[in-house]
């Protein structure tokens, strides 16, 4: 399914931080929600707020799941296939798979799983939140003293983004 045959059964919606992906109908535990389709950059140093890991190369998510957030207990995952062409190409797809049963009107969330240098608070409000948008055997690494403020943060590539102190967030 790609991302245009998923459009039926996702929507993009107002969610607590921005824009999200919701479902229109149900998925079972394991099912294939979908396609991420977009555009592949294959320089190591492209990044942006949605692109997405995909072999070497980064994904610049096309909607609907370009808006997926992250949440530290996802109902969904990425899952990568790597398949080679009859010429002998390598291919990498990226797909999107509910790890529980999701019912109509949840928003799909994935856990972005960044590296501890591009942590960014979290306030996906889960029982077991991190607290950290982080990779969970990296969070030992981003623990600061409360007193401490993370002065900026850093997109999953590495690039410098707008300081957070006193900016809300």
Known sequence: MSNTEAAGSVRVGIAQ???????????????TIGKIEGQRFDDPDYGSDYCMGLGEASL???????FLNHHCLPNCEL????????????????????????????????????????AIPCGCGAPACRGWIVAAEELDQVRR?????????????????????????
Request: glycine letters at 10%.
């Open 60 to 66: 610049e998510p096309d909607p609907p799941f370009r």
């Open 79 to 118: 899952w990568e296939i790597e398949y080679e062409e009859e010429d002998g190409e390598a291919v990498f797809e990226l797909w999107l798979k509910a790890l529980r049963t999701i019912q109509p009107g949840d928003e799909l969330t994935i856990d972005y799983s960044w590296p501890a240098e591009a």
């Open 17 to 31: 931080f921005g824009s999200g992906v919701f479902a229109m109908r149900s998925f079972r535990a394991r099912q």
């Open 145 to 169: 003293p409360k007193s401490q403020p993370l002065h900026t943060r850093r997109s999953h590539r590495g690039q410098a983004l707008a300081g957070l102190a006193g900016s809300g967030e």
